[in-house]
């Protein structure tokens, strides 16, 4: 695998008022999607290629929305609350623009901050881009904290490893691809080959039934996913890259609207970062008002 290849994430959190009575659906992302649908540049919205294989064709969008804290919450007007926005571009503009354009709400602060995360360790060095972890555990838990689909699996058992960071990584590499310092150099089918070795030892995912019906075509899409958590054990080392910069961009379906939200732990350990990224990348940070 190459070393020093990484992904640049511009975390903004946004902090809003309510312009009259709220109330947010479950998912609370359904009210943004519309919203935004009719604001965001059809390129950043519904990005495609006219070019090219067809399974590169629709790409996946350069933002994520965090905003699972909202999911069924109120506000009455005046209120103040907070919602984050992951951009795998370097230009917030039109997404600030997007905002301010919602006649519903009001945008009083726009905070904003860069991450570069290295995706592979430089071997000469051993060392993450992150710290937190004992450098000889060799145990994690991922937490799937919003609904979460990892094709092929099916459940209700916990996700085979591989398959997790099959996901992950061809999320990451299609975002770094279209948006970021062009694609990845490394070896996919060697890294999920080698992701084999990892074991699954133990979880418990619950699954929630969710959809939302098109305001535009009137068609109903499922929304629906697994939370919960699994423990993995193995040699994670050369994985964990991506599992942290997963934490970021979301991994599996529909991860542009919230769905595929994950952290990382010990078990019975401390979690992944000693020190909080100022925007941390679940969006469970503390509320800025």
């Given at each position: 695998?190459?070393?020093?290849?990484d992904?640049?994430i511009?975390?903004?959190?946004?902090s809003?008022?309510?312009r009259?009575f709220?109330?947010?659906?479950?998912?609370?992302?359904n009210?943004?999607r519309?919203?935004l649908?009719?604001?965001?540049?059809?390129?950043?919205?519904?990005?495609?290629?006219?070019?090219?294989?067809?399974?590169?064709r629709?790409?996946?969008?350069p933002?994520?929305l965090?905003?699972?804290?909202?999911?069924?919450?109120a506000f009455e007007?005046?209120?103040?609350?907070?919602?984050?926005?992951?951009?795998?571009?370097r230009d917030?503009?039109?997404?600030?623009n997007a905002?301010e354009r919602?006649?519903w709400?009001?945008?009083?602060?726009?905070?904003?901050?860069?991450?570069?995360?290295s995706?592979?360790?430089?071997d000469?060095?051993?060392?993450l881009s992150f710290?937190?972890?004992?450098s000889?555990?060799d145990?994690?838990?991922?937490?799937f904290?919003t609904p979460?689909?990892?094709?092929?699996?099916a459940?209700?058992?916990?996700?085979p490893?591989?398959i997790l960071l099959?996901?992950?990584?061809?999320?990451?590499s299609?975002?770094r691809s279209f948006?970021?310092?062009?694609?990845?150099?490394?070896?996919?089918?060697e890294?999920v080959?080698?992701a084999?070795a990892v074991?699954?030892?133990?979880g418990a995912?619950s699954?929630?039934?969710a959809?939302?019906?098109?305001?535009?075509?009137?068609?109903?899409?499922p929304l629906g996913?697994?939370?919960?958590?699994?423990e993995?054990?193995?040699?994670?080392?050369?994985?964990?890259?991506?599992?942290e910069?997963?934490?970021w961009?979301g991994?599996?379906?529909?991860?542009?609207w919230?769905?595929?939200?994950m952290e990382?732990?010990c078990?019975?350990?401390?979690?992944?970062?000693?020190?909080p990224h100022?925007l941390?990348?679940?969006?469970?940070?503390?509320d800025?008002?």
């Amino acid at each position: 695998m190459a070393a020093g290849v990484d992904l640049d994430i511009l975390a903004c959190r946004l902090s809003l008022c309510a312009r009259r009575f709220l109330r947010f659906p479950t998912p609370a992302s359904n009210r943004f999607r519309g919203a935004l649908g009719f604001q965001l540049p059809e390129e950043l919205f519904r990005p495609s290629a006219t070019q090219g294989p067809s399974g590169l064709r629709d790409r996946p969008r350069p933002f994520t929305l965090r905003c699972h804290h909202l999911d069924g919450a109120a506000f009455e007007p005046g209120a103040r609350f907070f919602l984050d926005l992951h951009l795998f571009t370097r230009d917030p503009a039109p997404f600030q623009n997007a905002f301010e354009r919602l006649e519903w709400l009001e945008v009083i602060e726009w905070n904003t901050a860069s991450h570069r995360l290295s995706l592979i360790p430089e071997d000469d060095k051993q060392h993450l881009s992150f710290s937190g972890f004992p450098s000889g555990s060799d145990k994690r838990q991922v937490l799937f904290i919003t609904p979460t689909e990892l094709k092929p699996h099916a459940g209700p058992e916990p996700p085979p490893f591989a398959i997790l960071l099959a996901r992950a990584c061809e999320r990451i590499s299609a975002l770094r691809s279209f948006y970021g310092a062009g694609p990845l150099d490394f070896d996919f089918r060697e890294l999920v080959r080698e992701a084999a070795a990892v074991r699954c030892t133990g979880g418990a995912l619950s699954w929630h039934q969710a959809e939302r019906r098109s305001g535009r075509s009137g068609q109903v899409h499922p929304l629906g996913g697994f939370t919960g958590f699994a423990e993995y054990e193995g040699a994670l080392r050369p994985f964990l890259p991506w599992l942290e910069a997963a934490t970021w961009t979301g991994i599996g379906r529909q991860t542009v609207w919230g769905k595929g939200v994950m952290e990382l732990s010990c078990p019975a350990g401390p979690a992944l970062s000693t020190e909080p990224h100022p925007l941390g990348p679940s969006g469970s940070g503390p509320d800025p008002r």
